[in-house]
């Protein structure tokens, strides 16, 4: 999250709210095996307050871009002063997904970084990190 503010924006509540769901139990069938893997979703609410319009619309769409953030929607835009500076105040919900999904390339995942960083090195380690990240 922190890598997706802008400058001159700054978030002043970050809250998830719902339960995680419950590991399924390993001893039934393959189905509860599948859905072990399903990615953990909460409902999410973050708050905050930019200089520019601009600077806001910029951190929508760099939350649109990553695996963790889903249907993150603008609830309102309030025009605040905080001391003798104008600001925009603004919340925004969504949801937040714990595992992203490893299919997609672009996905912002430590496991691929490691495997980019490791590369030139051609372990084994390195190819399971790969096959783990969606690679090849």
Do not use: C
Not at 70 to 85: D, F, G, P, S
Not at 110 to 131: P, R, T
Request: hydrophobic share 35%; net charge negative; no cysteine.
């Amino acid at each position: 999250l922190s890598r997706r503010v802008p400058d001159y924006l700054w978030l002043s509540l970050v809250q998830e709210e719902g339960q995680d769901v419950a590991p399924p139990d390993t001893t039934a069938d393959t189905t509860a095996l599948s859905s072990q893997f399903a990615p953990q979703t909460k409902r999410m609410t973050i708050e905050g307050y930019s200089f520019s319009l601009s600077g806001l619309a910029s951190f929508l769409i760099q939350l649109a871009e990553s695996d963790y953030f889903k249907n993150m929607e603008l609830q309102y835009v309030k025009r605040a002063e905080i001391k003798e500076y104008k600001a925009f105040a603004f919340q925004l919900v969504g949801k937040l997904y714990y595992q992203p999904e490893f299919e997609n390339p672009h996905a912002d995942t430590s496991a691929q970084k490691l495997a980019l960083q490791n590369e030139s090195k051609g372990s084994e380690v390195n190819s399971a990190i790969n096959l783990v990240a969606g690679g090849e």
